[in-house]
């Protein structure tokens, strides 16, 4: 089972969040439903660095079951899809859907951006810094974050 960037960040949503593992243990899950399909393992690695590269997926650390855990978080640029068979994914998991505080995945989001603007300026990838530019405004819309200066920084690089 291929799944796309949308496609993640609607699994991810359905539960508010997801490790790694439990994303795709969810996958596997909607996979084999699926006439027994399985889950590639270098595809979806591939999969979840796509999203996280376009801002589809959010990579946010927070406190999970008393520990510290990485969650992949529906991102600013996903339009969140719920892929086929994947709909009872969260009545067969044991995971309970997961409450996000929206400033703290904001700051997430505006730190990663920020890290993606600063390759894009040392790479001085015309490309990217272009789709960043439209990254800022779907961030500012999805989160309470200014990127007005980052905005102008690579804006600036394009002149």
Not at 61 to 88: I, M, Q
């Amino acid at each position: 089972m291929d799944a796309t960037a949308d496609e993640l960040a609607g699994v991810v949503d359905l539960f508010g969040g997801l490790t790694r593992a439990e994303l795709e243990r969810a996958l596997s899950e909607a996979a084999f439903r699926a006439d027994g399909q399985s889950v590639d393992e270098a595809a979806l690695e591939t999969a979840i660095e796509d999203a996280l590269e376009s801002f589809a997926l959010v990579r946010h650390e927070r406190p999970v079951d008393g520990e510290r855990r990485s969650l992949l978080v529906a991102g600013p640029t996903a339009f969140p899809s719920v892929p086929d068979h994947a709909e009872d994914v969260p009545h067969i998991l044991d995971v309970d859907r997961r409450r996000l505080d929206r400033e703290a995945v904001g700051e997430t989001a505006r730190e990663q951006f920020t890290d993606a603007v600063e390759a894009a300026l040392e790479a001085e990838d015309g490309d990217r810094i272009r789709h960043l530019i439209d990254v800022s405004y779907d961030v500012e819309a999805w989160a309470p974050v200014e990127l007005a200066a980052e905005r102008e920084r690579l804006e600036g690089a394009l002149e």
